[in-house]
């Protein structure tokens, strides 16, 4: 298997150097590219690169690139919000399934499903998200008693305010991340040197 390497340059702003960028492809259609990277000390002192990238959602027209080089000076605002911390949900849902429940769901759709938990015997006769709860629990923590899962959900409504971060916290901080990046991308185009490369 052969790579082609490919060398773009362009010259960077202050003219004595250049902006190169590495692209690779071979027999089989397979294309890769490197980040940039700035040939120039005073533009390599002055600026620094950035990268955005756009993912289609055509997904065979894979997506687009831009690379822009941003003033070294220019203060941009911070690309997440971190106002609640983040949590690895995955790792949660195996070792601490009540407080997962937390994280996944909001609490008047936990408070429901208690309600229906009180009221059912078996864990063949739940419903909606009663048994979506059951089936995860059983896949994740390997059995799904109807004792368990109430005692699961009965905790994780109690202890849904005091916990770490809670679904309505993180549906928050989602919102707020959405904001803080558009806020973000509108600074780098609004002040930075769209490459051509
Ligand atoms: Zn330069």
């Known amino acids: 298997m052969n790579w082609e390497h490919e060398i773009k340059s362009i010259k960077c702003p202050c003219g ?6 590495d692209t ?8 890769e590219e490197s980040e940039p990277y700035i040939k120039c000390p005073k533009c390599n002192d002055k600026y620094k690169l950035i990268t955005i990238s756009y993912s289609s959602p055509f997904s065979w027209k894979g997506g687009n690139t831009a690379h822009f080089l941003v ?27 009540s407080h997962y429940l937390i ?17 059912k015997t078996s864990v063949a006769s739940l419903k909606g998200l009663a048994s979506k709860i059951a089936k995860d629990r059983k896949k994740y923590v390997g059995s799904a008693k109807i004792n368990d899962i109430r005692s699961d959900v009965t905790i994780a409504v109690e202890e849904y305010n005091q916990f770490i971060v809670n679904r ?4 928050e901080q989602e919102k707020l991340d959405k904001k803080a990046r558009e806020e973000w ?9 769209l490459l051509d490369i």
Do not use: M
Request: net charge negative; glycine share 2%.
């Open 185 to 193: 991308e509108d600074k780098v185009r609004k002040n930075a040197i």
């Open 71 to 97: 003033d070294k000076n220019i203060d941009l605002p911070v690309k997440y919000n971190n106002k609640y911390p983040r949590i690895d949900k995955y790792e949660l849902q195996k070792t601490d399934f």
């Open 103 to 119: 994280v996944e769901y909001r609490l008047p759709d936990l408070i429901f499903c208690q309600n229906e938990l009180n009221q």
């Open 168 to 171: 309505e916290q993180l549906d």
């Open 24 to 31: 690779k492809s071979d027999d089989w259609g397979r294309y």
């Open 16 to 21: 004595e150097g250049t902006i190169e960028k």
